[in-house]
């Protein structure tokens, strides 16, 4: 899979996950920015670091985390501090990745 490929799926999965957000934030919260505070992400496993795949993910500016998974924070990019919001689009990423074949989790914590 070649970086402007890559590239065209990150900015897929960034659009469906910011659409979840604030879909989420918007009708499960009435817009307001309250509840538990936390951290979203979606990892992609399965794709070692120095394969043709994993040095295209890099070049896509996609990041390992400490486990060497490829690591894509906040992906919804939406400004609130909710964890549900920020899961709502972590999901939404991680389900495109996975129409692509990756294997695609989203992930959070609380603050």
């Known amino acids: 899979m070649q970086v402007d490929t890559i590239k065209n799926i990150i900015n897929e999965a960034k659009t469906a996950a910011n659409k979840a957000s604030r879909e989420y ?4 919260l009435k817009g307001e920015d ?10 992609i496993y399965g794709v070692k ?7 295209n993910l890099k ?15 906040n992906p919804g990019g939406v400004s609130v501090q909710n964890v549900d919001v920020k899961e709502a689009g972590a999901q939404a990423a991680a389900e495109v990745f996975e129409q692509y074949g990756f294997k695609a989790y989203a992930g ?4």
């Open 34 to 43: 309250n509840y538990p505070c936390g951290f979203a992400w979606v990892n």
């Open 49 to 55: 670091g120095n394969t043709k795949l994993g040095r």
């Open 25 to 28: 934030l918007d009708v499960n």
């Open 59 to 73: 070049a896509a500016g996609v990041k390992q985390d400490y486990t060497k998974a490829f690591q894509i924070y």
């Open 108 to 111: 959070s914590r609380l603050d």
